[in-house]
Structure formats: structure tokens, C-alpha cells
């Protein structure tokens, strides 16, 4: 403290600084528009590539059969009927999965886990495994589901691969709302002697239930939009049947990549007609997700 | 207890329905070892991505040696003269994650910076949101938008391949924004308020006060944010595989066709490579040097957001 004292010219910053305030405030106003401009380039650009792929896919996409048929040689004729089943049965193979095993597993470490080095080892292995890339996930289930177990490159070694990939996310969200129960409610199950497991079946889990649907439903999307593991499981390109479980499969996003590379021009136009598609599945399940929320949410 | 009137047989009875029922008892360990099994699955799971990848990864090298990947600098494994140095498939990835970052830094800190600090509660929550459905759109449609609409832009402007490294990166970067943001959000959001007050009691503007009070307060979430954006580029394959092209070169040069790590990986699966030859191989030690290297990007993540809210917390 005592330097300060000593050096009494310093105070004259006090006119220094208060001439300076109207340029620093007009500085502060400058920069508030380019974080602003920051902030609406990223929309921006979303807006211009929706609009890029209605423009370009609009008209293929009404033209009749498209949903319906099977893919064509031709760009102009044909459907994407085979990609649509395949996505569809892909998202109902992961739900049937992922949510009894990943609210399971969130049970588990919410409620039961006791406190010790592997229940740590675990939980950060799966945060880890929710920043493993997609197409590692591929790998493993190139090895595991068409290899080891044998059921080569099939619709349910594509869905199991999209299940492993799905499942950290699905944990971490579940967990999220079942510890967002309050401990009253856990409390006062206890206290009228119920025992844990209808405790929780009866009183956390329905609490629980709107956050669960809501990380179920976004992981679910954002698995049907997935398609690097998909390449490498072995999803075709082309497919001229509605796949079973155990037969070749193609994917919404596994078609729209085979018209992508394909050299003739119409086929840009198709692969915009499948994004179309593909974009419009995955709002209506994200307005699923958010209806139920509104919906069923207990505040 | 003595109370005579509680000895009754109704008494006995209605005690025993209180002690524990043995068969309910087994029912609930039943349903924790359920729960367990099902947390297991998610260890199993890492240990299945260890031990087959690093397995067949082993078969490579037995094949291949260390010298070759690490030395060599060509990637031709699909040639008559095979090589296999691994730097090609490392330079184009280094190449569309330095543009994606590029992008992604600047506009992930100003949405985070913007709507943490200047926007009204209300607006925030809209534009938020908005900025976050980014990250929902599919990887390959931003791979369409990239080939069919960037990269023909752009060529009115830059001479540029068809395939490239640039506009395959700027939409990786659009891509990646929203995880730069949220994080950084979390992060600045974490700055006590009182932080800020200090310094406007100093007689700070609110800009100095973003600049060298709360970004620095800041700093280690929002690393942490840009090091997990990062391992997302690296570890991206539909963008890169689309717009990218799979040309390995040795380049830092954005105008031209490279080849990512993973466009490799997934150009080389799909059934073209039979399961024990040198080809399904080398997809698995590429495959295993892009798990490392992302996995090692996220502990890092991981272990700097941790100090941060360690700090104010």
C-alpha cells in the first residue's frame, strides 16, 4: 500500500480516464454487434442450407411414388421406400434396446451404486464413450455383431452398432432426470416401509419419466441421422426390397450419400428430396420430444 | 411393549406382515443385479472397442511395421507399390480441423459471449436453442450443402478443386459451433456476478469487463470447449467424406482434394475388404490411431472443465 501513496502523479489518470469513456462505450457498442453478427451467422446459415435443399429437392420430393417406391437407375423415377423402412425398423431396434438397458444403467448409478473407485471408472467411462466417433462405434460392430456373433452385414448388426452409439447419451440424460427427483418423494416412500425397488418404480421413475423421453427421443434422431458407422457395418447403397432384420439394409442418410456420389446431375436434386425426408422424421420427433415435456412435465 | 393389550394374536400377525418377507427380499437383489448388468454394458462396451480393434491393430503392425506408418509420407495401401505412412491421412485431418476450428472458435465464443452477457433472458432462449439445432442436422447434409452449394460459391471468389479442404472444414465448423458454444456458455455463465460488479465499480465498461474479467474467469471451460469441438472434427467422417474427395496428400494447402482419416475408414469398409486381409487392417489401425487421438483430446476436456468447477463452485 504504501508505494501507492508515493506516487501522487499517478492520479491524474482520473482526467485521462474520463475522457476516454464515450470512445471506450462506442469500442463496447461495436463489439456487441459483432457477437451479435457471431450469434446470427450460425442461423443464418442454417436458414440459407434449408432453403438451398427445399429449392433444390422440393419438386423431386412431391413427385408421386417418391416415399413409396423402390430407387430407380434413373434419378427422375423411383422412391426411396427401402431407406425409409430400413431407417424406421433402425429407430424401433434402438429404442427396443437402448431404453431399458440406459435407464437401467442410469438407475443403477443414480440409486444403488455405492461410492467407490470402479463406480468412478464407470461413469467416466461413459462420458468418454459419449466423445468416441461415430465411426469407431462402426468398427466395433463390424467385429463384434458381423463377425463374432455372425450376423454379417445385416439390418440388426446396423441397429445394435446405432444402440452402443446411442446409449452414453441416453444414460447421461436419464440420469440428469432421475436425480432431478427430489429425495422427499424417495423419503417419504421409505418411510411408509416400501422397499427400494417399488419405491423407485412407483414414485422416482414416473417423476422421472418427461426428462428420460425427452434425451431418449434427441439420441434416437441424432442416431437415424448417423451414418459413418453405418459405411462401416456395411449399409448399401441401393436396395430394391424392404430389408427384415437379418437381410443387407440401407438408411436415410446411407441413400442420400449413394445419390451424392453419384456423376449425373439429377441425382443432386433426389439426394435433396431424401434430406427432405430425412429432416422432416427427425422434427417431428424432436416436436414429440418437446410435446412431451410441455405435456407431461411436473413443475 | 408390556402393554397387555397389544398381545393379542392380531398384534402377532400384523408384526409379522411388517418383518421382512424373504421373497421380496431376493426380488429386489434380483432387480440391483438387473440395473447393474445393464451399467456393465457400457464397460463392456469400451472393452469390446479396445480389444477388437487394438487386436486386429496388432495383426497390422505384424504385417506392417511401426517405421513404415510413422515414416513413410505416402498412403497408398489400394496400389500395386503399397505404402503406408499414416501422415497424408493425418495432414488432411489436421487440415479440415484447423479450418473448422477457424470457424468454430469464433463463432461459438460470440453466440456464447452474446447471449451470456448482452442478449434479454427472453431473446436468449429462442436464439439458443436455435443456434443448437446446428448440431442436430445430419452430418451428410451438411456434406450435401458443402459440395453442392459452398464449394460452387466459393469457386466464383478462390480457385478450388471440386473436392477440397476448405469447404468441407467451413461446414465442419458451422457444424462444431454449437458444441463450442454451449460449453463456453456454461463456462461464462459460471463467472460469479459479483466478478463483474467488482469491475464496474472500478469503472470498467461492460466490454472491458467481458474481455478481462470474465473470459479469463472463464478460460479453462472454455478450452476445455474448444478441445472437445476439435475432437469432434477429427473424429467427423460424412462432411470430409463428401466434400473432402480421398485424395491422401502430404498438404497444408485448403484448395486442394485430401483425404481424412476417417473419409479412409470409410471409404476402405463397406464390405470391399475381405475380413484377414492387409486392407481390413489398415482400417483398423487407422481407426485405432483416430480412437487415441480423440480419446485423448477428451480426457484432456474432461480433466481442464473439472478444474474449472472445482473453482467457483
Known sequence: MATSYQRDSSWDLSTEFSDNVEKRETLGKVFEIIFLLGLLIGIFILALLLFDIFRDGIARFLTPGFLTENPSRFPDQGGIRPAVVSSILLGIVVIVVTVPIGVGAALYLEEYAPKAWWTAIVEINISNLAGVPSIVYGLLGLGVFNYLLGFGPALISGALTLSLLSLPVIIVTAREAIRAVPDSLRNASYGLGVTKWRTISSHVLPYAIPGILTGVIISISRAIGDAASLIVVGAVGFLTFNPGLFQRFMALPIQIYSYITRPEPGFANAAAATIIALLTLILVLNGVAIYIRQRFSIN | ?313
Not at chain 2, 495432414?91 to 461459438?108: D, E, H, K, N, S
Not at chain 2, 465464443?109 to 452474446?114: D, F, K, Q, R, V
Not at chain 2, 483425404?259 to 492387409?278: K, V
Request: charge should be neutral; include cysteine.
Open chain 2, 1 to 313: 411393549m408390556q402393554n397387555p393389550n397389544f398381545q393379542d394374536d392380531s398384534y402377532q400377525r400384523s408384526r409379522q406382515s411388517l418383518e421382512k418377507n424373504p421373497s421380496e427380499d431376493i426380488y429386489e437383489k434380483i432387480i440391483a443385479v438387473i440395473l447393474f448388468a445393464c451399467a456393465l454394458v457400457s464397460v463392456l462396451t469400451t472393452f469390446g472397442i479396445v480389444v477388437i480393434i487394438f487386436q486386429e491393430t496388432f495383426g497390422f503392425f505384424q504385417e506392417v511395421s511401426f517405421a513404415q506408418f510413422f515414416l513413410d509420407t505416402k498412403w497408398t495401401p489400394l496400389f500395386a507399390e503399397r505404402h503406408f505412412g499414416v501422415w497424408p491421412l493425418m495432414a488432411g485431418t489436421f487440415l479440415t480441423t484447423a479450418i473448422a476450428m477457424a470457424v468454430a472458435i469464433p463463432l461459438g465464443l460470440c453466440s456464447a459471449i452474446y447471449l451470456s452477457e448482452y442478449a434479454q433472458p427472453k431473446v436468449a432462449a429462442i436464439l439458443r436453442p436455435a443456434v443448437e439445432l446446428l448440431a442436430g442436422i445430419p452430418t451428410v447434409v451438411y456434406g450435401y450443402f458443402a459440395l453442392l452449394f459452398v464449394t460452387p460459391l466459393l469457386r466464383n471468389i478462390v480457385p478450388l478443386e471440386i473436392f477440397n479442404a476448405l469447404s468441407a472444414g467451413l461446414m465442419m465448423g458451422v457444424m462444431i459451433t454449437p458444441t463450442v458454444g454451449s460449453i463456453s456458455l456454461d463456462a461464462i455463465r459460471a463467472v460469479p456476478q459479483s466478478l463483474r460488479e467488482g469491475a464496474y465499480a472500478l469503472g470498467i465498461t461492460k466490454l472491458e469487463s467481458i474481455f478481462r474479467v470474465v473470459l479469463p474467469a472463464a478460460l479453462s471451460g472454455i478450452i476445455a470447449s474448444i478441445i472437445l469441438g476439435i475432437s469432434r472434427a477429427v473424429g467427423e467422417t460424412m462432411t470430409v467424406l463428401i466434400a473432402a474427395g480421398q485424395q491422401p496428400k502430404l498438404t497444408i494447402n485448403f484448395a486442394e482434394s485430401v483425404e481424412t482419416m476417417t473419409a479412409y475408414m470409410a471409404q476402405i469398409s463397406g464390405g470391399d475388404s475381405p475380413r484377414g486381409s492387409l486392407n481390413f487392417k489398415t482400417l483398423y489401425a487407422v481407426g485405432a490411431l483416430l480412437f487415441l487421438i480423440t480419446l485423448a483430446l477428451n480426457i484432456v476436456s474432461h480433466w481442464i472443465a473439472n478444474r474449472f468447477k472445482e473453482k467457483y463452485e
